[in-house]
């Protein structure tokens, strides 16, 4: 059981958006910077957002980061087939003096 | 770019041990924060350990403690985690990765342990 909750999967056509969720708590997500990660299997994960929002270097602007409270949301715009990967959040939790992540949730772009 | 380049799967049976390692490429090595994570067969990330390779400072989850030890060799750029005692339940991929913020911001391609009798 992780930490942080994500939809196991979401799916979307090519060229739609697409929102994956992550909630937390006040420990976590309520007091500290968001990261959200691409993950094709095999490779190493990639950072795709970091302080709740800014894009990491080379990430287009159709990946966009969002907090509200102890949630967070990463949001895909234009989908590609290309985009079809695992996507997970992660943040420090202040009570477990450890960084968290979510479970992961698999995008696929039909 | 920074990378993160880590060793090779490794099959092993209960009760062996075990060091798998991590080494980056750039000269980050003595500045930043790297943390070994792991994710086993159809499960999330779990964060295992720190370690500082500027002074060796090691912090681990209390999940970890006492189970892996974190370690670094500063002239060489790796990070380290090893076993004494491997147990089929060490089965996983592990992660190392640089960290920004104290969050990950490069990471290893992974290296697969499978620990079966």
């Known amino acids: 059981q992780s930490v942080l909750t994500q939809p196991p999967s979401v799916s979307a056509a090519p060229g739609q958006t697409v929102t994956i969720s992550c909630s937390g708590s006040?420990?976590?997500?309520?007091?500290?910077?968001v990261s959200w990660y691409q993950h094709l299997p095999g490779t190493a994960p990639k950072l795709l957002i970091y302080?709740?929002?800014k894009r990491a270097s080379g990430i287009p602007d159709r990946f966009s980061g969002s907090i509200s409270g102890t949630s967070a949301t990463l949001g895909i715009t234009g989908l590609q087939t290309g985009d079809e990967a695992d996507y997970f959040c992660g943040t420090w939790d202040s009570s477990l003096s450890t960084g968290v992540f979510g479970g992961g949730t698999k995008l696929t772009v039909l | 770019e920074v990378q993160l380049v880590q060793s090779g799967a490794e099959v092993k049976k209960p009760g062996e041990s075990l060091k798998i390692s991590c080494k980056v490429s750039e000269n980050i090595f003595s500045n930043y924060w790297l943390a070994w994570v792991r994710q086993m067969p159809g499960k999330g990330l779990e964060w295992m350990g720190i370690i500082y390779p500027g002074d060796s400072e090691t912090r681990y989850s209390p999940s970890f403690q006492g189970h892996v030890t974190i370690s670094a060799d500063e002239s060489i750029s790796t990070a380290y985690l090893q076993w004494t005692t491997l147990k089929a339940s060490d089965t996983a991929m592990y992660f190392c990765a640089s960290l920004s913020g104290w969050l990950p911001d490069y990471w290893g391609q992974g290296t697969q342990v499978t620990v079966a009798s």
């Open positions: 006040s420990s976590n997500i309520g007091n500290s910077y």
């Open positions: 302080e709740n929002h």
